[in-house]
């Protein structure tokens, strides 16, 4: 067990449709990161979250968007969802930006299936 | 831009016999850190081992190991020992301090008795 909790473990939806995931770090840990892993595009990052604030992103879509709350949960919001939106998305946390062991520690990942 | 290479889609070992991913890299920094993940059937990616760049010694986790060549951008995994439970698909990846993982396409590896 990682510490990272991700909810739901599993989502099928329609297309066009909206849905939220969501992520809670380790206890401690600052940064947040979403990851999306499908079979054609592999692992790629998509956004990060550094207490609150938003630090980098990557090859996220504009219909997603994401947040980092003061409790530090992130969430994830795909909008007007697409078949090739399906995929497995994962959360990950590190302690902060720069530092600590840099390791970050994946979530189980929510298992996103648009039909 | 970064990025990181995994040549072999799948590989495969008997038990108790040694096997080596490779994973090369392409960076113009002199600071990052290279990792390897493990993912078995149920998606759980799991940190394997970790290298820190500045660091000569090749880094090692019970019957994992690295083989870090800085200069030529290589970093291979070597499994000594396979169990069954070593098989799954392996990801290289890269990063600098505090920014995020890139990941290769990964290797799959089987492990028969």
């Known amino acids: ?81 697409e078949l090739g939106d399906s995929a497995l998305y994962f959360c990950a946390s590190s302690v902060g930006a720069g530092q600590g062991t840099h390791e970050q520690f994946f979530g189980p990942g929510t298992r996103l299936t648009v039909l | 831009a970064q990025t990181v290479t995994q040549s072999q889609p799948e590989m495969s070992v008997q038990e108790a016999e040694t096997v080596t991913l490779s994973c090369t890299y392409d960076t113009s920094e002199s600071d990052y850190y290279l990792f390897w993940y493990k993912q078995p059937p ?44 070593d098989a799954a698909m392996y990801f290289c990846a890269y990063s600098q301090a505090g920014t995020a993982l890139i990941f290769g396409k990964g290797t799959t590896l089987s492990v028969s008795s």
């Open chain 1, 1 to 81: 067990d990682s510490g990272v909790t991700q909810t739901p473990k599993h989502l099928i939806t329609a297309t066009g449709q909206r849905v939220t995931l969501r992520c809670s770090p380790r206890s401690g840990d600052l940064s947040v990161y979403w990851y999306q892993q499908s079979l054609d595009q592999g692992l790629q990052f998509l956004i990060q979250y550094y207490n609150g604030e938003e630090r980098a992103k990557g090859n996220i879509l504009e219909r997603f968007s994401a947040q980092q709350f003061p409790d530090l949960h992130s969430e994830l919001n795909l909008s007007s969802l």
């Open chain 2, 42 to 85: 149920s998606r759980q990616m799991i940190l394997v081992i970790r290298q820190e760049a500045y660091k000569q010694q090749n880094a090692t986790e019970n019957r994992f190991s690295v083989n870090f060549q800085k200069a030529a951008k290589s970093f291979s995994l070597k499994i000594s020992d396979s169990q069954l439970g």
